[in-house]
């Protein structure tokens, strides 16, 4: 019975102590999920989750074929703690090897008195695997976003470059930079307690889309030849530097934008302005007798000449307003073809008297001199050309040779097209489109015809005109053997920059042209600035026309006009052979049969 | 019947339990076959940037000159053959297709 009475007795006890065990365990439940639930579950919040602002990849840029010309790609940033080294000498010497970094920088900078440092910044993928493998204690990476581009210095003042938060600065990078650039997103991880990240929250949150990629009309081909043909006319002329264009002129396309000398925008530390400004649309020049193609236009659409007309050329020189102006060639009487064949400055001067300043200027409006040519990139000049109220008593005569006036490359070469295309002003463009991360078109450009400054009928005759500068005339040396080409040369006095009159030592040598003339596929303008020595438009930028346009009349499949003769020729050495030019004078007289 | 119910319950907080367990596991491996994917798209990119590197004109024709002795043809070499007999007149559309052959002759230097 007592022994009842124990057992009766421990279990109340039992019973009691687990009664107060839950009502204690209650109680802490009600306290921490009722009383004290919001301040806790923030508090949760705080340590689970990890809110990360994540920027996605800056778009790639292709030129018109899908060559890659910019992309970006992750690459590895490398950091030291120096607190945490117990030999900042060796750790020093193991990370010069591998970053090529002198051993004793990187000593100085593990020495701080830091928690943190940076060693070098996105660095080579493959140093960054070498570093890996080391595994230096206190030395870690982390990865960051570079632009690469990978063709180097090819169209690099097109191209622009990005700076190191991956802000378009300069070209296509800043012009199209809404677009290039990623989107920015915050994303909520949710993290372990060893503060591994478990999954984002929500499991269908996405990460932050990659910027557009943008497709140029630029041809790498193109734009190689180009860039090449320049370079050799620039080093063996000894000249300053140089511009060649190469568009469509029927639709304003450029294909190839080239300047010497060229950056590389991979190391861009150190270059100034000057260096990376994109002078085709920057600066304006003084365009010499190129300027008279439009000239001649202005005087063919308004009837003021014909193309035989004859003018009295002073025998070459002529005095306007105090100031001689002489011919390169002299002569008494000549018809107008002639004179823009032979870049007569004297007749260039009557026709311009002619036609008068007020329809000058007009037509120089027509053909987009003085206003941008609303190219898609970024810093593009105007140009100078005065009104005719502002003009002088020499201006009407230095305009018709190409002076007093300020044009830039581009608008040249916009012009030019607007003659070989059978009269129409094209808004120049170097971007085709703009894709998103799928290959949709969200933005396409097309050709625009800004307005026609001349009639088809004027267009046929000054580009028959403008053959015969080349097959008897001035630019006999941009002849292309198989393809009939149009063009004017141009060799402008450049302002002596210390006496503040034209040089006789600077000037500018220029070729403007397209090829074929009957059917033009490419307009290309050649300006070679301060050559050394032999410093016509005919002898040094006349050439680098031909060759540019012989190698990308090939590449882009253009038919030759003569073909059966020319294969013949190559086959027999009669004529072409290897290496020199087909002399016209003895090619067989061989017809393709159709 | 109480013990079915017992079971039951049972069954259930441990279906549940698991069903925790299983989604945080599902997270790590989703967080790893991301760190996977990161690390093959970083690679991808770095062999996008090696082909445009190595297939960048200047180095093509670097190549072929300098290695294997080629030369770029020379005017009159290369002729461009249509097999239209086309020829157009200034301001009419030339023809969308060209068939063109062309002659091309290398020669050593």
Redesign the interface.
């Known amino acids: 019975m007592i022994g009842m009475d124990f057992c009766r007795g421990r279990r109340i006890v039992l019973a009691v102590l687990l009664l107060a065990g839950f009502a204690a365990v209650m109680g802490r439940l009600v306290q921490l999920q009722v009383l004290q639930a919001a301040e806790l579950s923030v508090r949760a919040d705080r340590q689970h989750q990890k809110a990360v602002t994540v920027e996605g990849n800056r778009g790639s840029i292709y030129d018109r074929r899908g ?3 910019a ?4 690459v590895p940033s490398v950091f030291g703690m120096p607190a945490s080294l117990d030999n900042p000498s060796g750790v020093a010497r193991d990370l010069a090897r591998v970053l090529h970094v002198r051993a004793d920088e990187i000593e100085k900078k593990l020495r701080q008195e830091r928690s943190f440092v940076w060693i070098a910044r996105k660095v080579d ?1 493959e140093q960054g695997r070498r570093l890996e493998r080391l595994s230096l204690d206190g030395i870690g990476t982390v ?1 960051e976003g570079r632009r ?1 581009y ?3 210095p ?1 169209l690099s003042h097109v191209m622009g470059f990005a700076g190191m938060d991956g802000q378009g600065l300069e070209g296509i990078e800043r012009r199209y930079d809404p677009y290039l650039r990623g989107e920015k997103r915050q994303i909520v991880l ?1 993290r ?1 307690a060893l503060g ?4 984002p929250k929500g499991l269908t949150e996405q990460g932050p889309s990659a910027g557009h990629s943008v497709t140029l009309t630029i041809d ?2 193109i734009q ?1 030849i180009a860039e ?1 043909e320049l370079d050799d006319a620039v080093s063996a002329s000894q000249a300053k530097g140089g511009i060649v264009i190469v568009m469509e002129p029927k639709t304003g396309a450029v294909l190839a934008m080239a300047m010497a000398p060229r950056f590389d925008p991979n190391a861009m530390r150190g270059l100034s302005a000057d260096r990376w400004r994109n002078r085709v649309v920057t600066d304006a020049y003084e365009p010499g007798s190129t300027l008279k193609i439009f000239l001649a236009a202005a005087a063919l659409e308004e009837r003021a000449m014909k193309p035989n007309s004859t003018i009295y050329a002073e025998n070459g020189k002529m005095t306007i307003a105090g100031t001689v102006i002489h011919d390169h060639e002299k002569a008494k009487w000549i018809t107008f073809t002639q004179a823009i064949q032979r870049s007569s400055n004297v007749a260039a001067a009557k026709t311009a008297m002619v036609l008068g300043e007020d329809r000058l200027f007009r037509y120089l409006k027509a053909f987009g001199f003085g206003e941008r040519t609303e190219i898609d990139l970024p810093g593009e000049a105007t140009g100078l050309v005065k009104e005719p109220r502002e003009w002088g008593r020499r201006t009407l005569a230095s305009i018709a040779m190409g002076q007093e006036i300020g044009v830039t490359a581009l608008q040249l070469a916009t012009a030019v097209s607007a003659v070989a295309n ?1 009269g129409w002003l094209m808004r120049p463009y170097v971007v085709s489109d703009v894709r998103d991360g799928h290959g949709q078109v969200v933005a396409q450009v097309t050709p625009q015809v800004r307005r026609r400054p001349i009639t ?1 009928e004027t ?2 005759t000054l ?1 028959t005109i403008l053959e015969g500068v080349v097959t008897a005339g001035t630019g006999s040396k941009a002849a ?3 393809y009939r080409v149009a063009g004017k040369t141009g060799t402008a006095q450049k302002i002596d920059p210390a006496t503040g009159a034209y040089s006789s030592a600077l000037s500018v040598a220029s070729f403007a042209g397209y090829v074929p ?5 490419l307009t290309i303008i050649a300006i070679i600035d301060e050559p050394q020595g032999e410093a016509w438009g005919g002898t040094v930028a006349a050439p680098v026309f ?1 060759r540019v346009a ?2 990308a ?2 590449y882009l ?5 003569e ?1 059966m003769k ?2 013949l ?2 086959h027999t050495g009669i ?8 002399r016209p004078e003895i090619r067989p007289e061989i017809r ?1 049969v ?1 | 019947m109480r013990l079915l119910a017992g079971l039951g319950i049972i069954g259930v907080l441990l279906l549940f339990v698991w069903e925790r367990v299983d989604i945080v596991r599902v997270g790590y491996r989703v967080e790893q076959l991301k760190t996977q994917k990161i690390a093959l798209q970083r690679e991808q990119d770095e062999l996008r940037v090696k082909v445009s590197a190595l297939t960048a004109p200047d180095r093509i024709a670097k190549a072929a000159t300098e290695k294997l002795g080629m030369l770029p043809p020379q005017s009159g070499q290369v002729v461009m053959v249509s097999a239209a007999d086309s020829s157009p007149t200034m301001g009419e559309r030339s023809p969308e297709v060209h068939v063109a052959k062309s002659e091309r002759f290398w020669r050593k230097p």
């Not at chain 1, 591994?196 to 999954?199: D, I």
């Not at chain 1, 003339?517 to 596929?521: F, K």
Request: glycine share 12%; proline share 10%; hydrophobic share 40%.
């Open positions: 060559k890659v010309l992309m970006n790609m992750e993928p990865m690469f990978p063709k180097g090819l949710q372990d591994r990240t478990v999954f790498e081909v190689y090449k059978g088809a267009a046929q580009n292309v053997a198989g003339a009957e059917d033009p596929r031909r012989e190698q009349l090939t499949g253009v038919s030759s006009q073909p020319l294969a020729a190559a004529g072409a052979g290897i290496g020199p030019e087909i393709m159709p």
